[in-house]
Every structure is written in structure tokens, then in C-alpha cells.
């Protein structure tokens, strides 16, 4: 018999005080974004992790113009042939998802024929057809980013909130055009290994994204970690809150002035970035650079940088091994069809575009849409410089076109504050799947990316049983054994504040993470599959990883003790230190 969890709690629950009919209405291709009806419960939903924190009013725009119209249009144009792409239920400020199946056998037959037709032209101009997208992107952002917010009227702010607007639509149409295409290749490589005799689990340690945007924003860090120290600052990083970090470090003058230049060069360069997926509410590093400047802190206290060159090394030569071990059990002619799907694989590497791309879109193309929100909050005069933010789309568009005063917004903005931070502290205790939880999950996007495959809904199930366990199972992510004091976050706030040696614990992670990995032992996940980015970067530092543990965040607690197993897929919870 089925497990069902109720949606019931999240119907009865109104949503954001005051929120209107129209808020949740945007384009969609299949299935709008909306809230739970009973009708849902027959359905499987699972707890995003891309925004722990909940989202905005605002915020919630990204549920519409990347899930309800970017995977659903891109789904429809490749087509992907058992999905329509994914839909979304809001439960308070969290976003429960659940993928939209192809249900007839016709049209799923007939969908695989299109995509076995524009697979291959997208493989042979894949190089091209990316660099196309991302000049598109440019030149949005650069476009966007001349606009002086400082000077610009109200009806000036109305029009670039509103072209902001489309560039992030048009971003995540981009995102999903090209993510599926690549997760089909990827799955039909996976298929041909699987037909070879080759353990699936593998087939993602055979494709090394080498080093990406990311990986180079990191290595800046730490070379602005050397300069620190070099420039004798180790004392006032180690004696000041992470807070107050630019302060203290703008005021203390002598080698500080030096050091904060370069630290203001960085910024230009690669600071347009935000702790978080796809969010308005959260700032950019060159809004707030806390996150950067806790995170040199704490690097600081590592005592030696980390070497990336030998985690290279490593991970090359964990790769190697596994394609040499592979490739021992095929065939002559096995190898050579091995051979040539794998290079095929390399030369449009998912793991390298899904560390790539953050850089250009999840991380940053909700800014234009921030920065032209809070100058809107400055105009009329809001109480906080955040407050725009707590409106609905229409509701902004109304103040900045003059249709309506702010002034009628001020009490529901603060009474949707309240609302939120309800929620933010609900967070922890979220069901993490909601609605009729099947035996097994046949989504190959939900198992590689998301990682819900069969042990993750076993320990879902196990934990609505009760009791705690003291041994999870899950994805053996990247390989390698270590102990460690677990620090589990329910989210990127306070990541920066992470010590070197502990094992991050949380739902899982989002590329705002991964400096993080160059102080950790250990990474242990609810969700993430084999594509997902804790396994990517952890394969990348070497770091063990075990993604999909299902519910690592509330079997494990803060402060235990635990061993992490990265070839097995195992996390043992040892409990607290002495006790």
C-alpha cells in the first residue's frame, strides 16, 4: 500500500497575507505554478532545495518563469520524450516540485523520434550553439547593468524592472534548452554503459569537468587568502566578525590599503554572484561581501592553502582508474563503441556546463530585477530598503507606474515579513516529499539531478516511521573516507562561518557552496544525484560525498560525530564526541 503524506496543512494555510488572485498567474506551456488542492495528494512532490530560506513575493517569480514556463517550453521543443518538464506547489514560502509524465505510449514513441533527430545536430554544433546563448546573455546583462539606478526616474525604474524581467525569462528558457539536451546525452552514454556491464554509479566519475568558472572564482579566493597573510592581516580576520570584515579592514589602514584594492578588483571581476539559486532577495557579493570575506577568514584559519592541483591530480587519477577498470571487462569492439560515446560525452561535459553556467545565469540574472526593486523601494520612500521585494509582481509594476501608493503597501509589507520568517524557521521540520510517495521513481532527471532514487524514498518513508537512525545510505557521490564534528546548515547564511575539518550536513548544495569544499572533510546531502553539484565539486576536491541520503538534516545533529564513506554510500552517525 502506497505512503501518503497530507498536503492537507499547506491547503488550509492562505499563503502570504493579502496576496492577490493575479499574483501567481504568469505564461506557462502545461501546468501552472499555483498552490496545493486535494486533487495534488494523488501526486509524488518534493522539497526543492534550491531555496531553503523560502521566497519573497518577488522571489517567487523564478517558480514561474523558470519551472512553469523554461523546463515546460524546453521540454516541448526538444521534446523530452517521457516529461513535460516540471510544476510547482507553493506550502507557505517553500516549493514543493514534481515532474509533469507523458502519459500515452504514442506520443511518447513518437516524442523519442524527434529527439533521436536533434540530438545529434545539437552534439555537432554544441560549442557554437552555447557560445550563441551566452553572447545573448551578455549582452542583456551588460545592457542591464549600465542603467545608473541612482538617477533614474521612477518611470525609468518601471521600464527596466520590466526589461529585467524578460532577460531573466529568456535566461531560463537558454538554462533549459540547453540542460536537457545535455542530461539526454548524458542518459543515453549512461544507457550504453549499463548495456556494456558497466555499474552505472560509475558513469559520472568517467567525466571530470576540469577547471570551471567556479573553480577559478575559488582559486582567486585563496590567492586573496596568501595576500592576507602576506600582508599580516591574519589577526584582524581572526579577532573580527565576518560582518564586519569591510569595515574593520577599510578603516585600519597601512598594508589593509593594498589588500582592499585587490579585494575591490575581485569584486568587479566576479562578484556578481549571490549566496543562493535563482533568489532576488539575496545580495551580491558587491552588494554585500560578507560571504567572500568569512569565507578568507576561515581559510586563514586552515593553516595551509588548499592545493588545487594535487585535488586535480587525484581526481584524474580516480577517474583513469575507473575508466581503465571499465574498459578492462569490454571487448575490442566493445571498447571502440565505448571509446567513441565517451568522447562524444567529454566534448559537451555536463558536469563542466553545470558549473559553467551558474556563473553566467542561476547565479546572477536575478539582480537587474533586485536593483531596480530597491531603487523603487528608495523613490517612494519605503521603511526598508527591501521592503519592494514583500510586493507581488503586479503589485510592483502598480507602484512604479504610479497606479497605486506605496504608502497602501506598508503594513502588509511588514505583516508578509512576519509571514516569512515563519516559515524560514518551519523549514527544518518540512516534509521533505509530500503526496503519494511511489515504489520507485522512473524520472531519470529527478534520480540524476535531484536523487530520488529508491534509498532516498526508503529513508523518507523510514523517518515518518519514527525513531533515529544511526546509519544512512545513499549515493556514494565522490569517493574517499572521513570523520568529522557534522555542522548542518539549513542553508547558505551562514556558511562562511563553516570551520576547517567539519562535515557540512544539508539538503543539498548550489554552487554558492563550493568554496566550502577546500576546508571540509565530508559532505553529506538529503538530496543530489550523480550530476547534482555537491557530487560534481566533491569528485572536483576530493572531498567524500554521499548525496541522497534522504534525511541526513534530521537524523543528524549539529555537533555529532559522524564517518562518511564516500565509496560506499554510507554515513554513520557516531553520536556526540565522549559521549
Known amino acids: 500500500m ?328 569490454l571487448t575490442r569492439p566493445e571498447q571502440n563503441t565505448f571509446d567513441a560515446a565517451l568522447a562524444s560525452m567529454q566534448s559537451v561535459n555536463f558536469a563542466r556546463w553545470q558549473d559553467d553556467h551558474n556563473v553566467s545565469i542561476d547565479l546572477r540574472v536575478a539582480l537587474p530585477m533586485r536593483w531596480a526593486a530597491l531603487a523603487i523601494a528608495e523613490r517612494v520612500g519605503a521603511d526598508r530598503r527591501d521592503d519592494t521585494l514583500f510586493l507581488f509582481w503586479p503589485e510592483l509594476l502598480a507602484v512604479a507606474d504610479g497606479e497605486r501608493d506605496y504608502d497602501g503597501f506598508r503594513s502588509i509589507v511588514q505583516a508578509r515579513r512576519q509571514y516569512f520568517e515563519h516559515w524560514h524557521e518551519r523549514r527544518a521540520s518540512m516534509p521533505k516529499v509530500l503526496g503519494t510517495i511511489p515504489d520507485t521513481v522512473d524520472d531519470p532527471i529527478l534520480i540524476e539531478i535531484f536523487g530520488l532514487n529508491r534509498q532516498f524514498l526508503a529513508a523518507v518513508e523510514a523517518t515518518g516511521r519514527g525513531g533515529r537512525l544511526t546509519t544512512l545510505s545513499g549515493i556514494g557521490a565522490a569517493s574517499g573516507r572521513a570523520r568529522g564534528i557534522a555542522r548542518v546548515l539549513s542553508d547558505a547564511d551562514a556558511l562562511h562561518r563553516l570551520l576547517p575539518g567539519e562535515v557540512l550536513v544539508c539538503e543539498s548544495t548550489s554552487p554558492n557552496w563550493t568554496p566550502a569544499f577546500a576546508k571540509i572533510a565530508a559532505c553529506v546531502c538529503d538530496g543530489g544525484g550523480t550530476l547534482s553539484h555537491a557530487a560534481i565539486v566533491g569528485r572536483e576536491y576530493g572531498v567524500p560525498t554521499v548525496t541522497a541520503c534522504g534525511t541526513a538534516t534530521l537524523q543528524i545533529r549539529d555537533g555529532d560525530e559522524v564517518e562518511v564513506d564516500g565509496d560506499l554510500g554510507t554515513v554513520h552517525i557516531l553520536g556526540r564526541p565522549g559521549g
Open 2 to 329: 502506497s505512503v501518503v503524506v497530507p498536503v492537507s496543512e499547506f491547503i488550509a494555510d492562505e499563503g502570504y497575507p493579502g496576496m492577490p488572485p493575479e499574483a501567481l498567474h504568469a505564461p506557462f506551456v502545461v501546468e501552472p505554478f499555483g498552490r496545493f488542492t486535494q486533487a495534488d495528494e494523488q501526486r509524488f512532490w518534493f522539497l526543492d532545495f534550491h531555496w531553503p530560506r523560502g521566497l519573497t513575493p518577488m522571489g517567487l517569480i523564478w517558480n514561474q518563469d523558470g519551472y512553469s514556463w523554461g523546463t515546460q517550453l524546453a521540454a516541448a521543443q526538444m521534446p523530452l520524450p517521457r516529461g513535460h518538464g516540471i510544476t510547482q506547489r507553493l506550502a507557505g514560502t517553500h516549493t514543493y516540485a514534481s515532474a509533469i509524465p507523458v502519459e500515452s505510449p504514442h506520443e511518447i514513441q513518437a516524442r523519442g523520434e524527434r529527439l533521436r533527430a536533434y540530438l545529434p545536430r545539437f552534439l555537432n554544433d554544441f560549442d557554437g550553439f552555447w557560445q550563441r546563448r551566452l553572447d545573448e546573455i551578455e549582452g542583456g546583462w551588460q545592457h542591464l547593468s549600465r542603467t545608473d539606478t541612482a538617477t533614474a526616474s521612477l518611470t525609468e525604474l518601471a521600464a527596466m524592472l520590466r526589461e529585467a524581467r524578460t532577460f531573466h525569462r529568456r535566461s531560463f528558457e537558454i538554462h533549459f534548452e540547453v540542460m536537457y539536451p545535455l542530461l539526454a546525452l548524458y542518459l543515453g552514454f549512461r544507457g550504453l554503459c549499463t548495456e556494456l556491464g558497466i555499474d552505472p554509479a560509475e558513469v559520472a566519475r568517467f567525466l571530470e569537468p576540469g577547471d570551471t568558472l567556479i573553480m577559478q572564482t575559488d582559486r582567486e579566493l585563496w590567492r586573496l587568502t596568501a595576500a592576507a597573510r602576506g600582508a599580516g592581516l591574519e589577526s584582524l580576520f581572526a579577532r573580527t566578525e565576518p560582518e564586519r570584515l569591510a569595515a574593520e579592514l577599510s578603516a585600519a589602514g597601512g598594508s589593509a590599503i593594498g589588500w582592499c584594492a585587490r579585494f575591490s578588483e575581485f569584486l568587479s571581476a566576479r562578484g556578481h554572484r549571490t549566496e543562493g539559486t535563482c533568489d532576488i532577495a539575496l545580495p551580491s557579493w558587491v552588494e554585500d561581501p560578507t560571504p567572500a570575506l568569512g569565507s578568507i577568514k576561515t581559510f586563514l584559519q586552515q593553516g595551509t592553502d588548499h592545493d588545487f592541483e594535487a585535488a586535480a591530480r587525484v581526481a584524474a587519477q580516480r577517474r583513469d582508474e575507473a575508466l581503465d577498470a571499465a574498459r578492462s571487462r
